[in-house]
């Protein structure tokens, strides 16, 4: 039993860790990164990634653009499309990633929806921050969306810049974190929604990020346990900021629940703590994700 486990999930999971340096989510200008697809691409490639998963924000524009740079330039990176959707589970906002998701035409209106449902949101966000007394950030946050997916994270940027906070953190702390002077709910749809999309266009489900919602580890074990009921196939194990206790327990998490593992650094800029591919490795008990994925 232990041997047959070995061959199926142990030697590939070494081989490819060995072998390969792979990153599965990432941001461009799509939604609320700051690299655009050609800048990144270049980016994990002057990183040696092999593999590269672009999972913006409720968008995959990004991918005909990274894809037509890579022939042109005649680079050796491979992208593996993905999107990363915002879901409401329990009342609490969490991120979904597809990986290998093919844009069909039920998942394109999804995602048009999600970003009608941004765009929704940053105007009950700009009406919050007005009142708040914070003016003149609205039309500077929508500018640097460049009009498609529209995130917290340009509101930030523009406070940011305008001296309103001195952190893009402190204006999620004081502005637009849950509960905050200017938070605003959008109606997402429920986690299993989103999983069962994803797959239905040929991808695979994964948690992203589980030690970022601010649960406590009872939380974050309901969490991945009702994301393995509603069908839920993978959790990123690895993050590249990351205490090594937390990834042997999100690893643990996936034995428990037989899910598959997924590592991915979410760069949306490069800084001196977070850059493509740094720390991503899986403890040798995981089955990794992109095992089945490059094999498709
Ligand atoms: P949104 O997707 O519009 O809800 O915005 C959330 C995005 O803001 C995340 O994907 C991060 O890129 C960024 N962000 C940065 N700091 C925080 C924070 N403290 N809380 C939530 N999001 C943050
Ligand atoms: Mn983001
Ligand atoms: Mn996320
Ligand atoms: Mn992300």
Redesign the pocket.
């Known amino acids: 039993m232990l041997m047959s486990t070995c061959k199926r999930y142990f030697l590939p999971a070494l081989r490819y860790n060995a072998d390969m340096r792979i990153d599965l989510h990432s941001?461009t200008t799509c939604?609320?990164g700051r690299l655009t697809p050609q800048e990144l691409v270049l980016r994990a490639t002057n990183m040696q990634l092999d593999v590269l998963a672009i999972t913006d924000?409720?968008t995959m524009a990004a991918l005909p653009q990274a894809q037509a740079y890579i022939e042109q330039q005649g680079l050796k990176l491979k992208i593996i499309q993905g999107v990363?959707i915002?879901t409401e589970w329990q009342n609490r906002?969490i991120?979904i990633v597809g990986l290998g998701v093919s844009e069909t035409p039920q998942m394109a209106t999804f995602l048009a929806e999600q970003r009608e449902k941004?765009r929704e949101?940053a105007r009950k966000i700009a009406e919050k921050l007005e009142k708040a007394g914070v003016t003149g950030i609205y039309e500077e946050a929508l500018s640097l969306a460049g009009g498609d997916t529209?995130?917290?994270?340009?509101f930030?940027k523009v406070m940011l810049d305008k001296g309103v906070v001195t952190k893009?953190?402190q204006?999620?702390?004081k502005y637009?974190?849950k509960g905050k002077k200017a938070y605003a709910k959008?109606d997402w749809l429920e986690m299993k929604v989103a999983i069962a999309l994803i797959k239905e266009a040929g991808g695979i489900a994964v948690l992203a990020h589980p030690s970022r919602y601010d649960l406590s580890a009872k939380w974050v074990r309901r969490l991945v346990k009702a994301f393995a009921d509603d069908g839920g196939q993978a959790i990123e194990v690895a993050l590249t900021q990351q205490q090594k206790t937390e990834r042997e327990f999100l690893a643990s998490l996936c034995q428990e629940h037989d899910l598959m593992a997924s590592m991915g650094s979410?760069f949306?800029y490069p800084t001196p703590w977070l850059e493509l591919g740094r720390n991503l490795f899986l403890p040798e008990e995981c089955k990794p994700v992109w095992s089945s994925l490059l094999s498709q």
């Not at 529209?150 to 340009?154: E, L, T």
Request: aromatic share 4%; proline share 0%; glycine share 4%.
């Open positions: 941001h939604s609320d924000h409720d990363e915002s906002e991120h941004r949101r529209i995130s917290r994270a340009h930030a893009m953190q204006a999620f702390d637009l974190g959008a979410d949306h």
